[in-house]
C-alpha cells in the first residue's frame, strides 16, 4: 500500500522540466553551507557517518548523485526533497556504502543522513503521477 504522506520517483525517470529545477536545486546547494537539522545530526551518530562525509557528498554534488525525487509531508504540507548520494564509497560490517543525505528542497537543509548501499539501486521507486516542480513553489 502507497504511503500518502511520501512521495518518491527514481531520478531515471523524471521529465526535462524536472531535471532542470534538480540541476537549480544542485547549484544552490553548492553554493551553500551545509546545515543539518537535529535529526540528521542523529541519524550521523546512529549510523556513524562523519560530518566531512556528509560535505563532501554535497559540496560538488552533480546531476549523477541524485538518485531519488520525492515529497514528504512535514507540518501538514507536501515538501519536496532530494536524497544525494556521494561519490565516495565507503565500506562497513554490512559492506559497500555510499553516504546519502535527503535534502529539504525548500530550506536546502539536510533532513536525514544514511548509508546507501551499492545493491540498492532505486528501481523499486515508481510513483509516476506527481511532478515535483509543482511542490517547489
Known amino acids: 500500500m502507497r504511503d500518502e504522506k511520501l512521495i518518491r520517483r527514481n531520478v531515471k525517470r523524471i521529465t526535462t522540466e524536472e531535471k532542470r529545477a534538480v540541476n537549480e536545486l ?14 540528521a545530526v542523529e541519524r550521523e551518530n546512529e549510523r556513524r557517518i562523519d560530518t ?4 563532501e557528498c ?5 546531476f549523477e548523485n541524485v538518485v531519488e525525487i520525492s515529497c514528504k509531508e512535514f507540518r501538514h504540507k507536501m515538501t519536496p526533497r532530494l536524497v544525494i548520494v556521494s561519490d565516495k564509497v565507503y565500506k562497513n560490517e554490512n559492506g559497500r556504502y555510499r553516504v546519502a543525505v535527503v535534502v529539504n528542497c ?3 537543509q539536510i533532513v536525514t ?5 551499492l545493491h540498492n ?10 511532478n515535483f516542480v ?4
Not at 52 to 55: G, I, R, Y
Not at 113 to 117: G, L, S
Not at 121 to 130: A, G, L, P, S
Open 134 to 137: 509543482d511542490y517547489l513553489h
Open 113 to 117: 543522513t544514511y548509508n546507501a548501499y
Open 58 to 62: 554535497l559540496k560538488n554534488a552533480k
Open 26 to 39: 544542485l547549484s544552490r546547494i553548492n553554493k551553500n553551507h551545509v546545515v543539518l537539522c537535529r535529526h
Open 106 to 108: 525548500h530550506t536546502l
Open 52 to 55: 566531512n562525509q556528509v560535505e
Open 121 to 130: 539501486r532505486y528501481k523499486e521507486v515508481k510513483h509516476d503521477d506527481w
